[in-house]
T-cell receptor, first 112, second 107 residues
């Protein structure tokens, strides 16, 4: 099993550009999450999904959108990138709510 | 006040030392997680516990629900244990993460 995979690993965006961060898991987990990690801060939840077709906002959803058309994929869309979105983004999945989470390797995004 | 507080923020130890990292929380929880973030950035789950104690190799995690406190112990520490250790609690909503404890083990 590959677990949770994320692409790309690194990306530099200009202010106002858009992009999609890809996340795929092969563990048949219903629950998937997107987090951002800023220096010196704890992981913050952006969006989460409890199953295909069901998504909800987390703590810091502004400037992002998600979709969940399949169990495996949970892409994160950044519209009109801003410097405040410079961060490391992690996707994760779990088989249960509050269960053990499996993390992807992360995407380091810089917005200039 | 943060809902999840970890201490210390930074910890330097000599190889072989016994290490303790603490996590205190202020909310009712269903589960507490300990995670390890490697220097390269990857995050792995070490433990999930809701009561008592769990052990995996040289790692031991304990939780005291009444005192709202958990500890992560590393016995016979090794330089490869150098990482950031993160505590997270599952409360009514989503997981709440601490800021992490950066551990450096010197040979």
């Amino acid at each position: 099993n590959a677990g949770v995979t994320q692409t790309p690993k690194f990306r530099i965006l200009k202010i106002g550009q858009s992009m999609t961060l890809q996340c795929t898991q092969d563990m048949n987990h219903n629950y998937m999450y997107w987090y951002r990690q800023d220096p010196g801060m704890g992981l913050k939840l952006i969006y989460y999904s409890v199953g295909a077709g069901i998504t909800d906002k987390g703590e810091v959803p502004n400037g992002y959108n998600v979709s969940r058309s399949t169990t495996e994929d949970f892409p994160l869309r950044l519209e009109l990138a801003a410097p405040s979105q410079t961060s490391v983004y992690f996707c994760a999945s779990s088989s249960a709510w509050h269960g053990t989470q499996y993390f992807g390797p992360g995407t380091r995004l810089t917005v200039l | 006040k943060n809902e999840v507080e970890q201490s210390p923020q930074n910890l330097t130890a000599q190889e072989g030392e016994f290490i303790t990292i603490n996590c205190s929380y202020s909310v009712g929880i269903s589960a507490l997680h300990w995670l390890q973030q490697h220097p390269g950035g990857g995050i792995v789950s070490l433990f999930m516990l809701s009561s008592g104690k769990k052990k995996h190799g040289r790692l031991i995690a304990t939780i005291n629900i009444q005192e709202k406190h958990s500890s992560l112990h590393i016995t016979a520490s090794h330089p490869r244990d150098s990482a950031v250790y993160i505590c997270a609690v599952g409360s009514q909503g989503n997981l709440i993460f601490g800021k992490g404890t950066k551990l450096s083990v010197k040979p």
